[in-house]
């Protein structure tokens, strides 16, 4: 998915890679494969995942649920390094993170198993909290996922889905985090959206406690796959990967 150059040493840092969702909204594509495992261009949508934050990472992190056979017996085929946690039932993003927490190492990057992206991060050396941000002119595509507010560098505010837009500024599933993270997963209620606990939430927990949280400006083509409609934009992203 394009080329990047971070400064993260792979070495030191996991990649965990959100895959178990059901994602409804993209029936019928997803009635018989997990959204992860959707072809383009002769590949699942995971390789190309996989293929990208192998330059953040050298250790792999799937977090599986729904349809998880294809998907394991597919990665078990790879040369990688990679380990497979399952939550006991899907509660979202926080709840598949935390059900990883024996197996990250102590900095790490989580994916979701949807999104897509060719281009690169703008990041500091050495590591930091924080997540991917990038500007776009569609508003639904902050309304799709959350919004981001900065102030001297650092993020102030993040909101899941929200009805008023403070700005351009799309937050990206794409999360570069270390293990204090599971501290605030345990202590966030879960939120009147969704009955479950928002990444979003534990973010701005975090932020609310004093943690410092960066935005990683990202440069290129993104997309996160959330219905049928976005398998063209799919097609066209990774048309040269």
């Known amino acids: 998915m394009g080329k990047t150059n971070p400064v993260i040493a ?11 969702g059901k994602g409804s909204r993209a029936y019928p594509l997803t ?12 590949k699942p949508i995971l390789q190309y995942i996989i293929d990208y934050w192998s330059a953040f990472a050298s250790h792999f992190i799937f977090v599986v649920k729904y349809k998880k056979e294809e998907l394991i017996q597919y990665v078990s085929s790879l040369s990688i390094n990679a380990s497979f946690a399952e939550p006991e039932e899907l509660r979202g993003i926080a709840s598949g993170l935390l059900c990883a927490k024996n197996l ?9 198993g949807d999104c897509l992206c060719r281009g690169s991060f703008d ?10 941000v990038y500007e776009t ?7 799709r996922s959350y919004s981001v507010e900065i102030s001297e560098g650092r ?10 837009l403070p700005n351009n500024l799309c937050g990206m ?20 959206l969704r009955n479950e606990v928002e990444i979003t939430d534990v973010l701005q927990e975090m932020i609310d406690s004093g943690k410092i949280l960066r935005p990683f400006t990202f440069t290129g083509d993104y997309l996160n796959l959330t219905y049928p409609a976005d398998y063209n934009r799919a097609l066209e992203i990774l048309h040269h990967t």
């Open 10 to 20: 792979p070495s030191q840092t996991s990649c965990v890679i959100l895959c178990g």
């Open 31 to 42: 009635l018989e494969k997990q959204k992860a495992m959707i072809t383009v261009w002769g």
């Open 104 to 112: 990250v190492r102590d900095q790490f990057v989580v994916v979701l």
């Open 123 to 132: 990041l500091p050396s050495p590591f930091e909290v924080g997540v991917g």
């Open 137 to 143: 002119p569609y508003p639904e595509d902050i309304q």
């Open 155 to 164: 993020i102030f505010r993040v909101v899941e889905k929200p009805k008023t």
């Open 173 to 192: 599933g794409y999360y570069f985090l270390d293990r204090s993270v599971f501290d605030y997963i345990t202590i966030t209620p879960p939120s009147s």
